[in-house]
């Protein structure tokens, strides 16, 4: 076996930077609901030889020569990605979720086509038509939102929006959404609209692998979804189909939108996709829902009020103007004591984005570590303190004693 250790660490700059970051992760208590802490063996799939390879094309068409062992990683990916969400076909190569939305649209819709998306203001994500990003460049956006009561998708309203426009697309999937996607729902009015269903399950493919989140796959034309936030995996995309769409969707991927497929990320996905549909997996999908349920209750009952009165899946929407403060430094009190999250707009928002009136917190990173409902029953007290009671130095001492506490008893990489 050739010497492919990289464990040399000569480029002191760069590896400060990166031992700084692993002691903050380790530090902090990450609340980011986009975020996670992957396996090692994840992350040792990253930093392999396989970074070197091109291998444009896919499994057994490639033009470039060399490529029968990252055809084999590539063919485990795609393999895992299938037997895992029970689908048919699937593509491994998108670099990103954005990339695989882009995949998927090409795909599926023509520039110019209509496309029916939940509002990013709502809780929908960039790539579903916002005017900087390539999607509301190319593709004729337009939005369906939460009721202002329930705070939740009405999917009559959604109904209502789909027959009068008639979208080539019905688009699916949000970024800031904390209840339950009605995926059959879903997939009737793309039938009476006559529209292709595309659902983007990124925040939640851990949860659908897991058992936790119904499955979109028996209903859409193609599914998206990320790697690296509740599934756990290396940073990434993948387009999931169970028909021909896949030709189309390969096509649009490479050469469409991107050029060589970065195979040691896609070995991290193998790796990734085999860990996920261990039994473990479930478990730790099921405390995740169970650990974000559990802090809705703790932030409510110290008086702040949750977006939608709660959460079904990994993340809960916090509406701190219910403490007096602006999402922003809701953020920056809780950084101060080394919890990290994201502020975040909430339905029907006054402020800005970069003001916000949210914070949007996760639970995927601290289930990972081994928190239970315990310990985040205790970290909503310590939330509930920093965003509610006068910010003494004292009681930021005590918080971030306590948040260390935590940290300490649940190391990631010990
Ligand atoms: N920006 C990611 C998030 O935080 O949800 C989605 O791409």
Known sequence: MPEVSNEIRSDREVWTAVEAEAARQERQLELIASENHTSREVMAAMGTVLTNKYAEGYPGRRYYGGCEHVDTVEDLARDRAKALFNCSRANVQPHSGTQANMGALMAIAEPGDSVLAMSLDHGGHLSHGHPKNFSGAFYDFH???VEQDSERIDMDRVREQALALRPRVLLAGASAYPRTLDFPAFAEIAREADAHLMVDMAHIAGLVAGGVHPSPLPHA?????????TLRGPRGGMILADSDIIKKVNSAVFPGGQGGPLMHVIAAKAVALKEAAQPEFASYARSTVENAQALAEALAAGGLRIISGGTDNHLLL?????????????????HAVDITCNKNLIPFDQRPPMEASGVR???????????GVAEVTQLGALIVEMLREEQTEARCERVRGAVAELANAFPIYA
């Open 143 to 145: 939005h369906y939102g």
């Open 221 to 229: 034309l193609v599914t998206t979804l990320t790697t690296h936030k």
């Open 318 to 334: 916090v509406d701190v103007d219910s403490a007096g403060l602006s999402g922003r430094e809701a953020e920056d009190r809780l």
């Open 361 to 371: 917190l996760g639970t995927a990173a601290i289930t990972a570590r081994g928190l």
